[in-house]
């Protein structure tokens, strides 16, 4: 008689996997290494998904889950098709660029009583979207590298987007006389999105992390860009 597969196995395999993936990369990723640090046979793994293609897609729906993931009635998980992936991962970027104080910036007819406030609501609130889903993103961005086509979702979709919606607001405040003007908007507009998706993100798997809070990081990095920008009241 075959030996019951613990159900709370599955929700440990999609969490350990994640980390073999964001740490080694998809091409480099193999089936033995996700084994070796969950502490089974590679065998094993192989009675939950039938490939690193569907371990992956798993993974990529599931990272940043916070209540336990059920294992599937089914097992194992068959290989999906790639665009099946592909949809995975662009709802997943297209979930973060929604930012709504920045949205409802944009949409605003004036500008705002107290534009310190605005900008400082809008870097809050990025930061928050990008550390609530670190993980996806962090094994999307590690990913790209070996995947052409998760690159094209990533760089394009994801962080194009929100640096085109950040570059207009920032435009539009600079124009309306609330902003300080800047030599190149593009390059400061990237410039916050590198400093809150270092401090939301990347820093969780720095090797010489920042030793601080996650309220210290979150509040710092947006008080730094309320700076570059908002005039001296």
């Known amino acids: 008689m075959a030996r019951p597969i613990p159900p709370e196995r599955f929700d440990q395999l999609v969490r350990v996997a994640a980390e073999v993936f964001i740490r080694k990369g998809y091409r480099r990723t193999q089936m033995a290494d996700v084994a070796e ?3 089974v046979a590679k065998g094993t793994v192989y009675l939950y998904v039938e490939s690193k293609e569907a ?3 798993v993974v990529a729906r599931h990272i940043d889950d916070v209540a336990p993931i059920p294992c599937p009635e089914t097992l194992p998980i068959r290989t999906p098709a790639t665009a099946s992936t592909l949809k995975v991962i662009r709802e ?3 979930a973060q ?3 709504a104080p920045l949205e409802r910036a944009l949409a605003a007819v004036k500008p705002p009583r107290d534009a310190r406030d605005e900008l400082e609501s809008i870097a809050l609130a990025v930061y928050d979207v990008l ?5 996806g993103m962090k094994l999307i961005d590690r990913s790209s590298v070996d995947r ?37 908007v593009e390059t400061a507009v990237r410039a916050v999105v590198e400093i809150l998706a270092f401090w939301a993100v990347h820093r969780h798997w720095d090797p010489h ?12 990095a947006a008080e730094l860009i309320v700076r570059m920008f908002a005039k001296e009241t």
């Open 209 to 220: 992390p920042q030793k601080t809070s996650e309220s210290n990081a979150r509040t710092t």
């Open 131 to 135: 550390h609530k889903n670190r993980r």
């Open 148 to 184: 052409p086509d998760f690159a094209a979702l990533w760089f394009e979709g994801g962080r194009e987007g929100l640096l085109a919606l950040l570059d207009r607001y920032i435009r539009v405040r600079i124009d309306a006389g609330v902003f300080r003007p800047v030599t190149d």
């Open 97 to 99: 660029i929604g930012i």
């Open 92 to 94: 997943r970027i297209h």
């Open 37 to 39: 640090a969950l502490g």
């Open 55 to 57: 371990l992956f897609d």
